[in-house]
C-alpha cells in the first residue's frame, strides 16, 4: 500500500501516561499509522505522491473528540442573531433593535443564546423586550436550546393562542389569563411556532453546515459524538462525505421520544450501522428531562419555584421499557439526564436492562447535579459519564446568584458539575461542547474542565474549584475516553501503529499550557483518516 501522509520532527504525545513518546515521526497508510520511528526512517517511506510535513518539533496528539455537540441544527441556530454575549436587558434590547432596523416588511427576526440571567427576578417572557420587537415575528433560542421566546407577532402567524397539551413534558407558558407569554418550553411546543418561520434552503443548508466543520477542523477536533439526526442530517453527512468535504468523523445518535412504539424501536434498531468512509449511526439519544434554568429537569426535590418535578417522559416506565430492548438489541443508548432524579433513573434502567456486563456501552449526558450516592454506579454499571465543564463556567456563577444556582439552592449547586469525583469514583468521563449551547473548540473544553472560570473573564473566581480535572485527564477526555465511550479503544485515540490517523498537532504541549491560556494555544495541523483537514500558515 501507498504511504499518503508523513509527518517528521513531532514530539508525539501519549495521553496515557503524558510522556513524549522515543519516535519523532510517523507514516500513514491507508488512513492508519502504519509506522513509528525517526525522521530517517519514516522519511523513507515517502513515495512520489507522499504527503509530507516537518511539524518543526510541535506536539502531536491523538485527534480530538467532542464528546456531544450537535452540527447539522447548531448550523441552522447559529445563522441568526448571536445574543450570547447579553449581561442584561439593555444589551439585549439594543441588539435586537439594530437588527430589527435592518430586516425587511415582514422578515422574522431569529436569535440565539439568549441566556435567562438577563431577565434577573423578572419572567422570562417577551414583554420584558416590549416595544422592541412590537409587529415583528421573532424567535429567540435561550442558550440551552430547550426554550425560545416568541414574539406576539409570532405566536399570532402560528396561530398560537393558549395552552397546548402534549406526549411530552412541554409547555406553552402562559399567564393567568391562558394568554402565552412567548416563553416556549422543550421541543414540541418550540416546533408550534418554529413551523410558521420562513427554512433556510437545503443548498444554504449545506453551505452552512460544510462552514461550520471546516471551523471545527481548524479548532483541532477530528471527531464528534453528533447527539441528533433530525430531518435530513443524514443525508447531508452522506453528501459532504461522497464529495470529500466532511472533515470530521462523526458518531450519530438519532433521538428516541416519548411515545415511541415497537415499531419505532425497531426502526432504530435497524438504522444503526448506517452510514459512509466518516460517518455511522451508532447509538440512540433520550431525554429523562429538560434543564434547570427553565424548570423542565427531573429533580428529587422541587425547585425554588416548586418546578423540575416531572420527567420528560410522562411514563418514566416506558423509558425503562425501551433501554431494555435497545440494550438486548446491542444498541448503546445517551441519555440527557440533568437532574439528581433524571441521572438515577437512567442508571435504574441500564441496571435493570442487564447493564455493567461489559457490553453494550451505554451513557448519561450532562450529569449537572448528584448526589453522592449516585456517583460509584458509573462505573458498577459501565455507564459513560458524559460532561460539558464549560457550562459551569459560563452559565453559572461561583457565587450562586445565577438563574441555575437559585433555583437549586446551595446544596445542590455545591455539588455542580461533578468531573472530579465521577473520575475519581471510577468513571469513564468523556468531555464535550454541545455546541451550540457552548463553543466548540476543544481546548476551550479542555481549558473550562481544568479552571472552572468564566471564559469571558477569567479574573472571576472558580465554581467548584475542586471538581477540577488535571490537564492529563482533560487530554484523555477527548482522546482515549472518547474512544473507549465509541467501543473504538482498539484503534482509536493513541498514536500506535494500526490506530486509525485521526490526529491534532499544537504549537506546544497542551499539558504544559496554562489552562487559561490553553484557548489560545494554536493548532498547527488537523489529520482525519491520514487527509489533512487544517494546516496552519506557520507549517
Known sequence: MRTSLVLLSARLLDPVSGEILPQSALAVVDGRIAALGDDREIRALAGAGTEVVDLGGAVLTPGLVDGHLHPVSGAEMTQGLDLSGCTDLDQVRSELAHAVRELGRGEWLRG???????????????????PVLDGVPALLQLFDAHSMLASPRALELAGVAGPREFDQAAEVVCDAHGRPTGLLLEDAACELVERAAPQPTRAERRARLAAVLREMAASGLTGGHAMDAGGDSLDLYRDLDETGEL????????????????????????????????WRVDGVKLFMDGTIDNGTAWLEQPDCHGESTHAFWPDPAAYTHVIGALHRAGVPTATHAIGDAAVRHALDAVAAAGGGDGGVRHRVEHIETVPDDTLRRFAELGVVASMQPTHCCDFTRADHTDNWSRRLGEERAGRAWRCRDLWDSGATV?????????????????????????????????????????????????????????????????IAVGCRADLTVFAESPLTTAATDLPELPVLLTVVDGRVTHRSARL
Request: charged share 20%; net charge neutral.
Open 430 to 494: 468523556v468531555l464535550g461542547s454541545d455546541w451550540p449551547i457552548a463553543p466548540f473548540p476543544p481546548l476551550q473544553v479542555m481549558a473550562g474542565a481544568r479552571h472552572r472560570r468564566p471564559s469571558r473573564d477569567l479574573t472571576q473566581p472558580p465554581h467548584g474549584p475542586e471538581q477540577a480535572l488535571t490537564a492529563l485527564e482533560a487530554l484523555r477526555a477527548t482522546t482515549v475516553n472518547a474512544a473507549y465511550a465509541a467501543g473504538e479503544e482498539g484503534r482509536a485515540g493513541r
Open 112 to 130: 440565539w443564546g439568549l441566556d435567562p440571567n438577563v431577565f434577573g427576578d423578572r419572567p422570562v417572557a417577551s414583554a420584558a423586550l416590549a
Open 247 to 278: 472533515p470530521l468523523r462523526l458518531r450519530v445518535a438519532p433521538w428516541c421520544q416519548p411515545g415511541v412504539d415497537a415499531d419505532g424501536v425497531r426502526a432504530l434498531v435497524e438504522q444503526q450501522g448506517v452510514g459512509g468512509a466518516l
